[in-house]
Structure formats: C-alpha cells, structure tokens
C-alpha cells in the first residue's frame, strides 16, 4: 500500500460497481478515507465490504445523483 492518500477524504459516485468501484477500491488501497455513493444499496454494501477489508474506512450513502 502506498500512502499518499492517507489523511485525504475521497468521494466516488457510482461506486458500486465498474469503474466507480476500481477507484474507490484504489483509493482504499492508497489509504484514503472514503465516502461511497451509489443509487443500488445491496451492491453498494458490498463494495463498502470489499473496501473496508483492504483497510479503508467508509461510509455510504445510498442517493441518486442524477437529479
């Protein structure tokens, strides 16, 4: 892991899958802390999951952007 995210606050839409997802995960990797949003809950959770294990903190918000 490097750590130039490390005391940094990431927000990534459409998180909760695709490349939204492979960012939020690089993020998390890179130490960053992050704020995950997405419209679908069940695959956002699972991200966030997915996130947290490789050590990040998260939080989420289940919203639609698009309005």
Known sequence: MTARFIGKIAIVTGAAQGIGKAIALQLAQEGATLVLADM??????????????????VHTYCADLSQ
């Open 40 to 57: 679908h809950e069940a695959p956002l959770d699972s991200a966030a999951s997915e996130a947290r294990a490789i050590g990040g903190r």
